[in-house]
């Protein structure tokens, strides 16, 4: 017996409960949403006002929700054959599931409430629920950091592939004490920062992913990431730190600190698309007919620049400046890029030729209308008309479209699929053998 024989038994597969659990708690936050819309209960009338602290719950629960069991479930599957380590444990992943249901249930039970007092107490619980989950992460992360028979020059990805496991618990760690001293000015400014920052750095981590390690596109010289990320890490870091200034600063009048954290803001979405090399991309994906790819991660990559351009635009007298760069980038990038690439890596383990895939139509169409919608807002907003509620709907109804379609084809495709389904999936199965051979 192959000495990866158990690393094949434990990791493979073990992304199907995760996908399955982001599934059903996706359904679940857009039913609330939803809920809470056509009621016009206290938690929407907060949220809606613009409250940061609503605001901060609603983002903590996206990314570190349901989002956060797509990309962990993307990493229990596929990085121990790249990295030929084994550092998840069944009940690594059991924990992660448990205590992230809890935190969502609870976050979902929150908004319920009907005292201000009592929203924030259960959001409490839910946050660190979230955060605890992120945490038990951690242990993972830094033994595969350690363990990786991958030399960081002969990986696609470079020391980009190892960077996300490694900051979880730190990540965990100070989104929850952000929280919890929610009432110091600044925190929850800095907390919401370092979360789209954190999925700013996954985003791009994905794209190189998919079309560096995935595709074999060679779209950057593995010894050329890390200088890149390093770029990326300093202007992301630049951007926390402005943030935070003006959060203490308290003040909605053009200074100096609010222009550079919207100018670091926009530099990092760019810089972030730059460092992806989008024009070999594009060639490759578009031209003589066009190589196979995943569609969503292709539009994932080129909606960033658009991101940057509203977060350099926003207006700085409203009440959350920076927001529609916020909103833009975890409303069309981040989410493409991480349903695509869990999308695609099913397709993987059902071994189906990448020249066979179907694009999903309604979902595409779905953030192609939403992404327009959102265009047209902030470009309405820019010059200085009053009254984008009409573009505001479209923008959501088709966010939640989008979220419905890619929920419900989850179900369908880990819980009731017929399709042949293989350990291995296509493609990474040469990893398995590099092991075996070293």
């Known amino acids: ?104 249930v609870v976050l979902a039970i929150s908004t319920f409430m009907n005292t201000e007092q009592k929203i924030l107490e259960f959001a409490t619980v839910g946050i660190s629920f979230l955060c605890l989950s992120v945490l038990s992460l951690g242990g993972p992360g830094r033994r595969m950091f350690k363990e990786s028979k991958r030399r960081k020059g002969e990986d696609e990805v470079g020391i980009a592939s190892l960077i996300p496991g490694v900051v979880f618990p730190f990540f965990g760690a100070i989104i929850l004490t952000c929280w919890l001293y929610r009432d110091t000015a600044g925190m ?39 200088l890149r990320m390093g770029v990326l890490f300093l202007i992301m870091g630049m951007h926390i730190l402005f943030v935070f200034m003006a959060g203490r600063e308290a003040t909605t009048d053009d200074t100096l600190v609010v222009d550079m954290r919207r100018a670091t803001l926009s530099l990092a979405l760019v810089w972030g698309f730059l460092l992806c090399n989008p024009l070999r991309v594009t060639r490759m994906a578009l031209l003589n007919g066009g190589m196979a790819h995943s569609r969503p991660v292709f539009a994932a990559l080129w909606m960033l620049p658009f991101c940057g351009f ?105 819980i009731f699929s017929l399709d042949s389904w293989h350990k291995i999936p296509m493609f990474y199965g040469r990893y398995v053998q590099e092991n075996s051979v070293d």
């Open 1 to 104: 017996m192959s000495k990866f024989t158990s690393l094949r038994t434990s990791a493979a597969g073990s992304y199907l409960g995760l996908y399955a659990l982001s599934a059903f708690t996706t359904g679940m936050f857009v039913c609330v949403l939803l809920y809470h819309y056509f009621t016009e209960s206290l938690y929407f009338t907060l949220y809606s006002h613009g409250d940061l602290t609503y605001i901060y719950t609603t983002i903590t629960w996206v990314c570190l929700g349901w989002l956060m069991c797509l990309v962990t479930g993307i990493g229990f599957d596929i990085l121990p054959l790249i990295h030929g380590a084994t550092p998840f444990h069944e009940n690594a992943m059991r924990q992660f599931l448990i205590t992230n249901l809890a935190g969502q």
């Open 310 to 414: 509203h977060a350099l635009n926003s207006d700085a007298s409203s009440l959350n400046p920076a927001v529609p760069g916020y909103a833009s980038f975890l409303g069309t990038s981040a989410l493409l890029s991480i349903w695509g690439y869990a999308w695609y890596l099913h397709e993987d383990h059902l071994h189906i030729s990448i020249h066979k895939r179907k694009a999903n139509l309604p979902f595409l169409t779905s953030f192609v209308v939403s992404f327009l919608a959102i265009q047209l807002l902030y470009w309405d907003l820019s010059n200085g008309n009053g009254n984008p509620l009409f573009f505001q709907r479209i923008w959501a109804v088709a966010t939640l479209c989008g979220t419905l379609v890619i929920a419900i084809n989850f179900v369908r495709m880990t």
């Open 188 to 226: 929850l400014e800095l907390g919401r920062s370092i979360i789209i920052m954190f999925f700013l750095l996954l985003t791009v981590v994905i794209i190189i992913s998919h079309f560096n390690r995935r595709l074999n596109w060679e779209v950057i010289a593995p010894k050329q990431v890390g």
